[in-house]
């Protein structure tokens, strides 16, 4: 099921981060290190003439110092100081882990054949600062988005690129605004990884815009997860279940002549849902919520699209029918009703 390539392509990257001291940073698809081979410009210290190329299958490498070049199983030997049949096996050991972990996928893995991942756009044009052990996506991480949907969204943002964090063992999602990275989430991707999202907050900024916003309409939709967001039309993702007093601020500010509207997940189904409801029914009773019907059984936005087998269900005039006050879903919920 894992091809030699993709898997050796994956190790690649991770050594990139693990093993090579100092600065890396990304390019569009070429990461840029001092290099590690030659040793780079003695005068300089700070002198980065190495490059990868990742892009090319197996990815490949040059420094422009001394014109050291490797690419692919003899790369992978450079990078942990080995011979190359010692990297092979370094491969196929990963090939195994992989094959024999196929249960642990927190989304089991559908029968039959899964369609290819669509090539990503071209990434982002300014020289994006990542944290040095996010890597681009291996098999899991591709897997899951797969299964999810993630790629076909039809509100990603233009220039999206995902990450998988070595460290965490996540998929790292950049919050991007003028090509800079505001903040991230990183999203669970096994059995017992909790919770499902962990955010950083940096800011009042932070806030996620999906693609092809509009901020003509009436409405803008607001919820916790990024999967979520990119499947509502002029959705935001706030990173946690309501948004906090500097991320409101910044919401009026940025939003004055739009409503929003809180999409939490399904009340019906998920119990802290519920009570999150009950609460703000306390607190601000006349906030709008999109009101989840009583007879779906998904637990979230995302689910629900999966279920429905209709990417593009959630859009706008279809979210607009579904508006309502906190204080009124609560009500119906109390009471085990539907909204009329
Ligand atoms: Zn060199």
């Known amino acids: 099921m894992n091809n030699f390539n993709s898997v050796l392509n994956e190790l690649i990257q991770e050594k990139i981060y693990e093993n090579l001291p100092g600065k890396k940073t990304r390019r569009g698809s070429r990461i840029n290190v001092r290099c590690w081979i030659c040793g780079d410009s003695r005068l300089k210290q700070s002198k980065r003439r190495g490059w990868f190329y990742t892009n090319n299958d197996p990815i490949s490498y040059h420094c422009f110092n001394k014109g050291c070049t490797a690419s692919g199983i003899n790369l992978l030997a450079k990078l942990v100081s080995t011979s190359s049949k010692e990297a092979s096996k370094l491969v196929f050991k990963k090939i195994k882990q992989y094959n024999d972990n196929d249960t642990s996928y927190e989304d089991l893995t559908p029968s039959g054949v899964v369609s290819p991942i669509q090539e990503e756009e071209e990434v982002v044009h300014e020289e994006l600062e990542i944290p040095n052990y996010w890597v681009d996506l291996n098999e899991d991480a591709k897997q899951i988005l797969t299964n999810r949907k993630i790629l076909e969204a039809p509100f990603k943002p233009r220039n999206w690129k995902l990450y998988y964090s070595t460290r965490h063992k996540r998929i790292a999602i950049p919050w991007v605004s003028q090509g800079k990275i505001d903040t991230y989430q990183y999203r669970a991707m096994y059995k017992n990884q909790e919770p499902k999202y962990t955010f950083k907050y940096e800011s009042a900024k932070s806030i996620f815009e999906t693609g092809k916003f509009d901020d003509m309409l009436d409405y803008y939709f607001y919820l916790e997860g990024t999967f979520d967001a990119i499947f509502i039309q002029n959705g935001l993702a706030i990173g946690g279940i309501f948004p906090?007093?500097?991320?409101?601020?910044?919401?009026?500010?940025?939003?004055?002549l739009m409503d929003g509207v809180w999409i939490p997940d399904n009340p019906w189904v998920d119990e802290s849902a519920k009570e999150e409801i009950f609460k703000r029914a306390k607190t601000n009773p006349k906030d709008l919520i999109f009101y989840w019907d009583k007879d779906w059984s998904s637990k979230d936005i995302n689910e629900h699209?999966?279920?429905?087998?209709?990417?593009?269900?959630?859009?706008?005039?279809?979210?607009?029918?579904?508006?309502?006050?906190?204080?009124?879903?609560?009500?119906?919920l109390k009471f085990g009703r539907a909204i009329q």
């Open 305 to 332: 699209i999966i279920k429905s087998k209709n990417i593009n269900l959630f859009d706008y005039d279809f979210l607009e029918s579904r508006i309502t006050t906190v204080f009124k879903f609560a009500t119906a």
């Open 244 to 256: 906090n007093a500097e991320q409101q601020t910044e919401l009026s500010n940025r939003y004055s």
